[in-house]
């Protein structure tokens, strides 16, 4: 089953596109789609000829060192060279002009942050039908900037983008179906948008299309076809794709299982910063599974995902700290992963951090916490929480730490 999609960004957003037919636009659309060394490429030689918005990417570039190594002074110059030219295409109504005047304003790059104008300049460009505009108006109506928040609209500014062709916005019609956000909750209607999208090799369309294969959404289940899909989209980079087909050859669904290429997937992945990605990673190191068994690179990766708040990594770093596993054992530690597990609802954590109430173990003993926590654990259907609740009531108690 795949992590759920995202409504990304602007800076995700906006991907190769049909529908944008200048070389600057082109440079736009590589950049956004982190395609860093075509956008520089495109956007030199737009940036040459004059194409405005061809400077603002060149300017975005250096901006952001993605592409060529930062330049801030070289970066504002180019921004500038750009405003020089939108800024009077704008207030003539070009809708080119609108969006990149639009986007400095929503950025406040050379100009002041004014996402008023912002969302007046982009209006007026997605009016036009730009689809660059459209798109930003619609993650703006996402996100409530400039605008009062409305995923209805949002939803009818991608879905304009979407019939021009474009591959984001497809998917992104594909997203707002799948959760009934701002759309009719239709997994049909998701499964043909994210085709669409995958189709013109949109990594994030391919990823939705792997999920409905693999949930069945909108079409029969097919493992072997949601792999494929997520493949495709791993192989672009895709961060949540690279964790699903690490997952999916880990257990070999869809593909024949193949613990080495599970944690080849899963470090792509867990380098992009997924924690769940990072957990997995590191119980491939615990258990020496497509990799030299490791205790002190499985602490490394748990503690990695755990500092991001991902219950599964918080409970395997406790256990690792209360065994002096890959770390020097240290209860108190233990004690404090485990309630930031516990209070996530992980009942393994709800059940140990009692049992270290009981035993006053890295805590200051305390039985009506550990009863607390017991109960909770009990709640979910933890049988040993359950017999533990039993024994605290009748006066007993028994065995500290994580099982």
Aim: overall charge positive; aromatic content about 10%; some cysteine.
């Amino acid at each position: 089953m795949k992590t759920g999609l995202r409504l990304a960004p602007l800076a995700v957003l906006l991907a190769l596109s049909s529908a944008w037919g200048t070389p600057g636009d082109a440079s736009m659309a590589a950049y956004y789609a982190s395609r860093y060394a075509r956008a520089l490429q495109l956007a030199q030689a737009g940036a040459r000829s004059g194409d405005f918005v061809a400077q603002f990417v060149l300017g975005k570039i250096y901006e952001q060192g993605k592409g060529a190594a930062q330049n801030r002074n070289a970066g504002d110059e180019w921004v500038r060279k750009s405003l020089a030219h939108a800024t009077p295409a704008a207030m003539s109504g070009d809708a080119r002009g609108q969006f990149v005047l639009g986007r400095v304003y929503c950025e406040g790059w050379v100009l002041p942050q004014d996402y008023g104008r912002c969302a007046r300049l982009v209006s007026q460009s997605a009016r036009q039908g730009y689809a660059a505009a459209q798109i930003a108006l619609g993650d703006m109506f996402e996100r409530g900037r400039g605008v009062a928040r409305d995923p209805r609209q949002a939803f009818a500014w991608y879905h304009k983008a979407a019939e021009q062709g474009d591959p984001v916005a497809q998917t992104f019609v594909g997203v707002k179906h799948e959760t009934g956000d701002g759309a009719p909750r239709d997994n049909g209607a998701a499964f043909e948008w994210y085709r669409k999208a995958a189709a013109q090799g949109y990594a994030e369309g391919e990823y939705g299309l792997g999920g409905c294969y693999d949930d069945g959404l909108g079409v029969a289940r097919d493992a072997r076809a949601a792999a494929g899909w997520y493949l495709k989209a791993a192989e672009q980079g895709h961060a949540l794709a690279q964790l699903q087909i690490g997952r999916m050859y880990d257990v070999g669904r869809g593909v024949a299982k193949n613990s080495s290429a599970a944690v080849g997937w899963y470090r792509k992945s867990a380098d992009q910063g997924v924690p769940e990605a990072q957990y997995c990673l590191g119980v491939m190191y615990a258990n020496g599974l497509g990799v030299a068994k490791n205790p002190d690179l499985a602490a490394l990766w748990f503690r990695r995902s755990a500092e991001q708040g991902y219950a599964d990594a918080e409970y395997a770093l406790a256990t690792a700290s209360f065994h002096g596993q890959g770390a020097f054992k240290d209860y108190a530690e233990t004690a404090s992963w485990l309630r930031k597990a516990a209070v996530q609802g992980h009942v393994d954590a709800q059940f140990a951090l009692g049992m270290m109430y009981v035993q006053g173990v890295g805590v200051k003993q305390d039985r009506g916490e550990a009863m607390t926590w017991f109960r909770q654990a009990a709640k979910q259907g933890h049988a040993k929480a359950r017999q533990a609740v039993r024994e605290l009531e009748a006066g007993m108690s028994s065995g500290p730490g994580p099982q």
